[in-house]
């Protein structure tokens, strides 16, 4: 009896250590909202840096390679080659007579490990 109690507790922790590990795996997933893309950073200046984009607006992931222009660049002083980045796009289109098409005023929301 004592051995099928202890089988019973056993079995009961490792379905609830299960249950929470799942959960907190998928509370690290990255979601992202209507109004942002994620991209994986190419190059990095002063003020912009050239992105390709890997998922998010379908408007913007026609483009591919952006050119990302920014009003506050504080963030933008912390990226490297190959940082994927979350970014907030405005409602203004791209500017697609420029190489690289270029996103005017977007905004960094997160900066991914």
Known sequence: MKKK???IIGLSVVGLSFLFIRDYVKSKETRL???QILVEVQSVSEDRFIGD?????DL???QQIIA???QETDKLETLQENDQVILEVPVVPIMTH???PQMPQ???IKILD
């Not at 984009?53 to 607006?57: A, R, T």
């Open 98 to 100: 420029s190489l690289p």
């Open 53 to 57: 984009v890997l998922d998010g607006n």
């Open 33 to 35: 909202k209507d109004s």
């Open 60 to 62: 913007v992931t026609d």
């Open 5 to 7: 109690l202890m089988f």
């Open 68 to 70: 990302f222009t920014f």
């Open 106 to 108: 977007t905004k960094i």
